[in-house]
């Protein structure tokens, strides 16, 4: 895999936004804040709970611009509860009046529903809380993110192509997923007239706190990185590439897109024999 690589510029100067779901170094959503700071955008983050506070904090500091003795923005958010939910644009409402970007990087689903078979351990209740947390947290920060954004914005959301085919113990997360994407293009047709652009963008598999929690993950990296297209792991570089071309005016007539960053993944109806024979293990 390529070294990350994150360009610096001015493509996000004077440009500001929320980043939802970084967990730790290794988020993706962290790497798409690095590409956007490095472009000039100042960035809010939140997270859930002192645990994760420990953890985004000097994250968020690092980025800060040099010679500046501010502190990051740094909500609390569960995005499960309204009240948080109102309280974390309500701060970024009084600290910057408006914003221009929202990245919303979160997903869960209890690891009970991610194992085995779909239609015998999928309950009631991790359907509702897979839906409420990984589809519905986006269309709910949209609408809060929408009503501070005065001269239109750029929302990105994060999805997996579980949500179009059936992925080994994806389960009710490839279903909510789906919601995700269904959910980003109505968003786009509704805040489209003004100025507002909705997009998600679907990763190949990266090694990642919410990758961890999948089983058969290292069959997955495996066979992703053998039957790809470009025959490498997904890097979450080229992600926070393509959420800086997004949320930049350089996606300027981009909206309603599920745009695939997988090494060419999901371009491959059957892989080649020396992919299958590399993913098995086989000689």
């Known amino acids: 895999m390529a070294e990350q690589i994150f360009p610096e510029g001015t493509l996000m100067k004077g440009k500001r936004g929320l980043v939802m779901g970084v967990a730790n170094k290794n988020s993706i959503a962290w790497a798409i804040a690095r590409q ?27 980025i800060m611009p ?8 740094l909500c609390d958010c569960d995005v499960t509860n309204d009240a948080q939910m109102e309280a974390t644009f309500q701060t970024l409402k009084d600290e910057w009046g408006e914003i221009d970007f929202l990245v919303h990087a979160i997903a869960f689903a209890g690891k009970d529903q991610l194992a085995g078979s779909f239609v015998e351990n999928t309950t009631r209740d991790g359907f509702k809380s897979a839906m409420d947390i990984s589809a519905y947290s986006f269309v709910d920060a949209a609408r809060r993110a929408s009503h501070i954004m005065k ?17 080994p ?33 679907s990763a190949g598999p990266i090694k990642t706190l919410a990758a961890a929690g999948i089983g058969s993950g290292r069959h997955m990296f495996r066979f992703n990185k053998a039957a790809s297209a470009l025959r490498d792991n ?30 060419g993944f ?18």
């Open 169 to 201: 113990n994806y389960n009710v997360m490839g279903v909510a997923k789906a919601a995700l994407e269904a959910c980003t293009r109505y968003l786009a047709a509704d805040l489209g007239p003004r100025g507002i652009r909705v997009n998600a963008i």
């Open 36 to 62: 956007l700071a490095a472009q000039g955008a100042e960035i809010a983050f939140t997270y859930q709970g002192d645990n994760l506070l420990r953890r985004v904090k000097p994250l968020a500091q690092s």
């Open 266 to 283: 999901h371009a491959i109806g059957m892989p080649a024999e020396d992919a299958m024979d590399e993913a098995s293990g086989r000689e």
């Open 151 to 167: 001269d239109g914005g750029s929302m990105v959301t994060l999805t997996y192509l579980g949500s179009e085919r059936v992925i």
């Open 234 to 263: 997904t890097d979450s570089a080229g992600v926070a590439g393509a959420a800086l071309y997004m949320l930049s005016d350089l996606g300027l007539s981009c909206t309603g897109e599920t745009h695939h960053v997988d090494g």
């Open 66 to 73: 040099e010679g500046s003795d501010a502190e990051p923005i």
